[in-house]
């Protein structure tokens, strides 16, 4: 299921978020692929005006939690601040928001598959 976070999309920021199955519980294993799936629909208007999100469980641990990519090429955490803060978003508020709105779709999964 891996994806590519340098493909280029609308010209906006790509953000690969992989997943830790454990997120969703101790059989997060068996739900970590439908979860991303729909995490990543519900996240399509999330911060839209300036990036795009996948995400995808995240099996192999040498692979990096996050990768950042725009216009085809990958972006390191810095550049991607930069580009954050040129589109008008502080890095900490933005990273924050995130957090938050996964954490409402991680609990919402779980209330739902009980």
């Given at each position: 299921m891996s994806q590519d976070p340098t493909k280029i999309i609308d010209n906006k920021l790509v953000i690969l978020c992989r997943l830790e199955a454990g997120c969703l519980g101790p059989d997060g294993v068996d739900h970590i692929?439908?979860?991303?799936?729909?995490?990543?629909?519900?996240?399509?208007?999330?911060?839209?005006?300036?990036?795009?999100?996948?995400?995808?469980?995240?099996?192999?641990?040498?692979?990096?939690?996050?990768?950042?990519?725009l216009k085809g090429k990958m972006l390191t955490k810095e550049q991607t601040k930069k580009y954050l803060a040129h589109a008008g978003r502080e890095w900490d508020n933005f990273e924050e928001k995130f957090e938050d709105k996964l954490t409402q779709l991680i609990n919402l999964y779980i209330a739902r598959k009980h």
């Open positions: 692929e439908t979860f991303c799936l729909m995490a990543q629909k519900a996240l399509v208007t999330h911060e839209a005006e300036v990036c795009h999100w996948l995400l995808e469980p995240r099996f192999d641990k040498s692979l990096e939690e996050f990768q950042y990519g």
